[in-house]
């Protein structure tokens, strides 16, 4: 098989929470380029709003602004997909949110906020489209769900982010159930652990914690938008077919050679 076939991700659907900056922006560009059809989701409409008419010079983006930190808004994201689609091929579960402090003064509110953002909303936003996902699944091409961890749930980082470092790790370890029962209804769910790349949240990272981070990356570098579109259309791809419950960590080495 030819490798313009076997990465072809042309003609598909997806859905890409936390769609409008970061890592969330830089796969909706990366399947948009490709010649999927995107819709973006994040809670501040202006943002979404603004990427989607930017991508949309490209290919084909289409904004849909929700805080999936809610139930009542999952519940409302997935009817309005559900009344333009038939199906759903890719759903990245990207949206997240972290909360630093030290361990004595952590406040409860910290610890919700994120636990609920990053695993709880991933559960069921999949849960909600999920006969969405049924209808693009096949024997021959399953349907992708595609969770955003991070190696801080595969490792103990210097950063005191406690309920993000626990919500990954739980984000890591669902995957693995939902792949489980889930490939019966042929879909796949695997999960991408980034290390460090720019974005909105890592730019609340400090400067000299920053230098460390990347004096301990073996390719003494931070993420390129490039690096995440790679896996990001892997797994979306003919080239991933048989992967399932599998977590690929993108990271430069920084946790899986410490």
């Not at 313009?4 to 399947?31: C, D, H, P, W």
């Not at 999920?130 to 024997?139: D, N, P, Q, R």
Request: hydrophobic share 45%; glycine share 8%.
């Amino acid at each position: 098989m030819k490798i313009q076939e076997l990465f072809n991700v042309q003609g598909k659907i997806a859905l890409v929470t936390g769609g409008s900056r970061g890592i969330g922006e830089m796969i909706a560009r990366a399947y948009v380029e490709n010649g999927v059809k995107v819709y973006i989701t994040a809670r501040k409409a202006d943002a979404c709003d603004a990427l989607a008419r930017e991508l949309s010079a490209i290919g084909e983006c289409i904004s849909l602004p929700a805080d999936i930190s809610r139930m009542d808004e999952i519940d409302r994201l997935a009817s309005e997909l559900q009344k333009r689609e038939s199906r759903l091929d890719i759903l990245v579960n990207n949206a997240g949110s972290s909360w630093g402090a030290d361990f004595a003064t952590f406040p409860e509110s910290g610890w919700d906020k994120v636990m609920d953002l990053n695993v709880k909303s991933p559960f069921f936003m999949t849960q909600r489209v999920l006969k969405l996902l049924e209808a693009a699944g096949s024997e021959n091409n399953y349907a992708r769900v595609i969770n955003i961890g991070s190696i801080e749930g595969m490792r103990t980082s210097h950063l005191e982010a406690y309920s993000y470092a626990a919500s990954k790790a739980a984000v890591l370890h669902v995957t693995r159930m939902m792949a489980k029962y889930l490939a019966k209804k042929h879909i796949t769910v695997n999960a991408i652990a980034p290390g460090y790349f720019p974005s909105k949240m890592t730019d609340a990272i400090p400067e000299a914690d920053s230098a460390v981070i990347q004096d301990h990356t073996p390719m003494r570098r931070w993420g390129h938008p490039e690096d995440m579109a790679g896996v990001a259309i892997y797994l979306a791809s003919k080239a991933s077919g048989f992967v399932c419950g599998a977590v690929i960590p993108v990271d430069g080495g920084l946790a899986t050679t410490g």
